[in-house]
C-alpha cells in the first residue's frame, strides 16, 4: 500500500511543478547562505587560529561551505527539472533521471542536517583547542624577540583587551609563568636576582599581569603587580576588587563567542534543511505523479502520487535484499529450479581415441 497517496488532476501537477521551480530557485539562494555561513565561520577560525592548537575544528566551516555549494547545483538542476514536467512530453527526458536525483537529493539534505548538529557538537573540541592554544600562546607572551612567536604578544594583548578577558582560566594564569622578558629585567637587582634564585627552574614569577588584563572602568588606577598582597596598596581587597582587572579567563570568552555564532548557524542550517526537506517531498509527489500519468497513457486524466510506492516495512525490507544481494549477480541463480545448463552433462570421452596400438616383437 503506497504511502500518503495524493491524487492529482492536469492542472495540480502543472501548479505543483510552476511552485517546485521557484522553490528550487530559493533552495539556490539558502545553498549560497549556507556557504556564506561557513565561509564566515572558517574566517573567524582563522582570525585567531594563532590562539588555537591544531586539530579538527575546520571540520563544520567546510562540511557547510561544500554542502552550500553542492545546494547551488543539485537545486539549479531541479529547477530546470521542474519547469519541464509543467509538458509530459519534456518529462520523458528526465524520466530515468529523476529518481536517481532524488535519491542524490535525500543524501544531501541529511548531509545538512549533519552539518547543523555538528554546530552543536563541536563545543567540546573547540574548547580542547582553545585551553591549549591559549596556554602556549601566554607561555610565549615574552619571547618578542623569537621569529615565529614575536607577534604573540600583540595578539594576547588585543584579545584580553577586546574579549574582556585575563589569562587563559583567568588572571592567575600569569603567576605560573614568566611573562616578562629577561631583557627588561634588572640583574643588578638583589630583589629579582632572588626571585630567580627562589624559583627551581630559574623563572621570574609575580604576582601580576599585562597591562591588558585591565578594566579602564575601574575607579581607580589599575593595580597589576601585587595582586593578592592587601597590605602592599592603600584600601585595597583583591577579593571585592572585581572591577580592577578583568575576571573572566579568554578560554571562556572565546568559547562563549564562537558557541553563540554556531548556535546562530545551527538554527539557520536546521531551517534550511526543513525547507530543502519540504522541496523534496514536493519532487516525489511530483515524479510519481508524472511516472503514473505515462503509464497511464492519459496525459490529460488524474494520476496518483506518493512518497513511497510500498509500506514503509516493505521498502526497508526490499532495500535490505538489495543490499545482501551486492556483489551476487555472478553467482548461478538456484530459484525455480534453474540450475547450471552444464551440470549433468554426459562426458563424450574425447579425450580418448581408438588408436591400434602396435605390438613390439620380442628380441630372440
Not at 115 to 124: D, E, I, K, Q, W
Amino acid at each position: 500500500m503506497a504511502v500518503l497517496k495524493v491524487k492529482f488532476t492536469k492542472t495540480k501537477r502543472d501548479k505543483l511543478a510552476q511552485i517546485l521551480w521557484i522553490l528550487n530557485w530559493v533552495s539556490v539562494v539558502s545553498g549560497i547562505i549556507l556557504f556564506s555561513l561557513g565561509l564566515f565561520l572558517k574566517i573567524e577560525i582563522k582570525k585567531r587560529n594563532e590562539l588555537m592548537a591544531k586539530g579538527d575544528i575546520n571540520s563544520v566551516p567546510n562540511m557547510l561551505i561544500s554542502v552550500g555549494v553542492i545546494a547551488c547545483v543539485i537545486n539549479f538542476l531541479g529547477g530546470k527539472i521542474c519547469y519541464d514536467c509543467s509538458d509530459a512530453n519534456k518529462f520523458s527526458r528526465w524520466k530515468l533521471v529523476m529518481l536517481p536525483y532524488i535519491v542524490c537529493t535525500f543524501c544531501f539534505t541529511f548531509c545538512i542536517l549533519v552539518g547543523a548538529v555538528m554546530c552543536y557538537t563541536m563545543r567540546n573540541e573547540l574548547e580542547e583547542s582553545l585551553y591549549l592554544g591559549l596556554r602556549d600562546a601566554i607561555k610565549f607572551y615574552k619571547d618578542t624577540d623569537i621569529p615565529g612567536r614575536c607577534f604573540l604578544k600583540k595578539t594576547v594583548d588585543l584579545l584580553q583587551i577586546g574579549f574582556h578577558c585575563c589569562g587563559n582560566n583567568g588572571f592567575r594564569d600569569w603567576f605560573e609563568i614568566q611573562w616578562v622578558s629577561p631583557r627588561y629585567l634588572n640583574m643588578a637587582s638583589k630583589e629579582i636576582l632572588d626571585r630567580l634564585k627562589s624559583n627551581v627552574d630559574g623563572k621570574f614569577l609575580v604576582d601580576g599581569v599585562p597591562f591588558s588584563c585591565c578594566n579602564p572602568s575601574s575607579p581607580r588606577p589599575c593595580i597589576q603587580y601585587q595582586l593578592t598582597n592587601n597590605s602592599a596598596h592603600y584600601n585595597y581587597d583583591f577579593l571585592t576588587e572585581e572591577l580592577n582587572i578583568w575576571m573572566k579567563g579568554c578560554r571562556e570568552a572565546l568559547l562563549d563567542y564562537y558557541t553563540g555564532i554556531m548556535r546562530s548557524i545551527g538554527i539557520a542550517a536546521l531551517l534550511i534543511w526543513l525547507f530543502e526537506l519540504s522541496v523534496l517531498i514536493g519532487v516525489r509527489y511530483l515524479q510519481t505523479a508524472m511516472k503514473n500519468v505515462l503509464l497511464l497513457g492519459d496525459l490529460e486524466g488524474e494520476s496518483d502520487g506518493w512518497l513511497l510506492e510500498n509500506s514503509f516495512v516493505e521498502t526497508a525490507k526490499y532495500n535490505i535484499n538489495i543490499i545482501k544481494n551486492l556483489g551476487k549477480a555472478n553467482q548461478i541463480s538456484t530459484v525455480s529450479g534453474m540450475n547450471d545448463p552444464n551440470i549433468n552433462v554426459q562426458n563424450t570421452d574425447c579425450d580418448k581415441t581408438n588408436i591400434t596400438t602396435k605390438s613390439i616383437p620380442a628380441a630372440r
